[in-house]
């Protein structure tokens, strides 16, 4: 009787959990030929509300394409950073901070999928695979392409902050097209290395271009645009003779990707909506989330006019916490009209960044600069001041301006709550994603519709390199660099193998071999493909 009571009791167990099993396993959404990822970096829902009104038909071009939510949680924690949250959408992993494109070392969050034995070993991406698959690939931001969430789909380091090793990465990943600002961490002047990246993008065929005018007069393969030293001006802000829009950097890039027949995938991201949460600093979200939708259209008509395509939107993680009303509505928050949100924010004429860079030494003109930029005629005394003492003045106007437009925010920093989800298709083999997911998910998604095995990628691309090198009867040597030129030296016999770190290559008794993946020093340990291996004879 006891066994039997056993019996039932593991039966039921059973039976209760078949049904998690089931929803547990990965879902065939099909397959796509392109595949286009924009991400609008630290918008909450109620940050793409805001602009929403502030547009003439109140109508956003994302908007038909909602489909779920997003669970942004970190491996380890609720509250995302671009770096952990970038990862999950390029690898199908969540990991932590400040990690790029980098397994965790903790974990136990929902969605965290852990195993000690890879802590800290790089993750393959999307772009690595879309490459390895035929595929054109490519990357857009507004920040310096450094920054942590284009970093996440092209690099892979423990730092997000380490750009010059990012940096290098990128430069050795095969992309084709490279668009955004960071061009300092290109430069031999700036690195600490010396190395003149520039020289070696165009030594590997980019078209290396500085202007809208030459990017639009580019008709090659491969494209790399720089057009700012350390991150592009909001879009309100920005003299159009010196930097593209990002709708503009879209269209080029999807010109170029398109040229190849097997298809691409491209990632576009609107930083700069990030940061201007962060500086609580509503001009600055609303100016690049309109400009960030103006480039979902361009997608959008591209999917609609070449078919083949699933163009999939979400944002990494909230910022700020903004939200439309807060506390100092003295009519009451339903009978505020909307006139009295849109009123200064939807005719701005700058950001907080913009007014900051139009006062004086001294700050003499504020009143006449807040006049100009927001029509505020009437700053008083403690505004006036606030500014003035300001050590931050993207913040301070911030400030005097969302009070003055019933806009609130419980942060300077980012927020654990879900993001809004949206999918497009015009390829009749791919679903879309919907319901409320983790941005894993997404990393699984998009992997999936182009038919990427990232798991195996990673086993060919990323090995220990000591135990590969000495099974095949090797000895290696990590020759650490005061100046970051790390190398790898691996000798049998009279061969002798140099190992360039954040590199693509071997010099194999000085000759210069490609090793199908870069060199990788994660500060503990350094990981190579298999091809490095296969050149030991």
Request: charged share 20%.
């Amino acid at each position: 009787m006891k066994n039997f009571k056993k019996i039932m009791a593991l039966v039921l167990v059973f039976v209760i959990m078949v049904p998690s099993f089931a929803m547990a396993a990965e879902v065939n959404y099909g397959t796509a030929k392109n595949v286009i990822m924009m991400i609008p970096d630290g918008m909450n829902i109620e940050a793409s509300t805001m602009a929403r009104w502030m547009t003439d038909d109140f109508k956003l071009v994302m908007d038909s394409m909602a489909t779920g939510l997003v669970k942004t949680n970190n491996a380890n924690t609720p509250i995302a950073d671009s770096a952990p949250a970038g990862t999950a959408m390029a690898t199908g992993y969540k990991t932590q901070s400040p990690y790029v494109g980098t397994y965790p070392s903790v974990a136990g969050m929902p969605g965290a999928e852990f195993d000690k034995s890879k802590a800290m070993m790089p993750i393959a991406t999307i772009v690595e695979g879309a490459e390895r698959a035929g595929k054109a690939t490519g990357i857009i931001s507004t920040s310096n392409v450094q920054h942590a969430t284009p970093a996440d789909f092209t690099s892979h380091n423990p730092n997000r902050n380490n750009y010059e090793d990012l940096a290098e990465q990128q430069v050795y990943q095969g992309m084709e097209v490279v668009l955004g600002a960071g061009s300092k961490h290109l430069d031999p002047v700036v690195r600490k290395d010396g190395e003149d990246l520039v020289g070696v993008i165009k030594e590997l065929g980019y078209d290396y271009i500085t202007t809208p005018e030459a990017m639009k007069a580019s008709t090659g393969d491969k494209l790399w645009g720089m057009f700012a030293e350390s991150a592009m001006a909001y879009d309100i802000d920005r003299d159009p003779a010196k930097e593209p829009s990002l709708a503009e950097m879209t269209e080029k890039a999807l010109e170029v990707l398109a040229k190849n027949d097997k298809g691409f995938f491209l990632m576009v991201e609107g930083s700069k909506v990030d940061w201007a949460a962060h500086a609580n600093d509503p001009v600055g979200v609303n100016s690049d989330v309109l400009a960030f939708d103006k480039a979902v259209k361009i997608a959008k008509d591209f999917a609609d006019k070449h078919g083949d395509t699933v163009l999939i939107i979400a944002s990494d993680h909230g910022t700020g916490g903004l939200t439309v009303g807060h506390r100092q509505i003295s009519s009451g928050y339903d009978k505020a009209p909307l006139e009295s949100f849109t009123h200064i924010i939807k005719d701005a004429k700058l950001t907080g960044e913009g007014v900051a860079a139009k006062l004086d030494e001294n700050r003499t003109n504020i009143a006449a600069v807040m006049n100009e930029a927001y029509g505020i005629a009437d700053l008083t005394e403690a505004e006036l001041k606030s500014i003035k003492d300001a050590k931050d003045v993207q913040g301070a106007v911030g400030t005097v301006v969302s009070n003055r437009s019933n806009i609130g925010w419980t942060t300077g920093g980012h927020v654990g709550g879900d993001v809004a989800l949206y999918c497009y298709s015009t390829d009749s083999n791919a679903k879309v994603l919907s319901g409320t997911v983790h941005n894993s998910d997404i990393g699984k998604y998009v992997s999936g519709l182009l038919q990427l095995d990232l798991n195996s990628l990673t086993s060919k691309l990323y090995n220990v390199a000591r135990p590969g090198f000495e099974a095949k009867g090797a000895t290696i040597e990590f020759n650490f660099a005061e100046d970051t030129n790390h190398e790898v030296k691996v000798v049998k016999g009279e061969q002798e193998i140099i190992l360039p770190i954040s590199k693509n290559y071997a010099l194999v008794n000085g000759e210069k071999v490609d090793i199908g993946g870069l060199t990788i020093f994660n500060t503990k340990t350094i990981y190579v493909p298999q091809g490095a291996f296969e050149l030991v004879k």
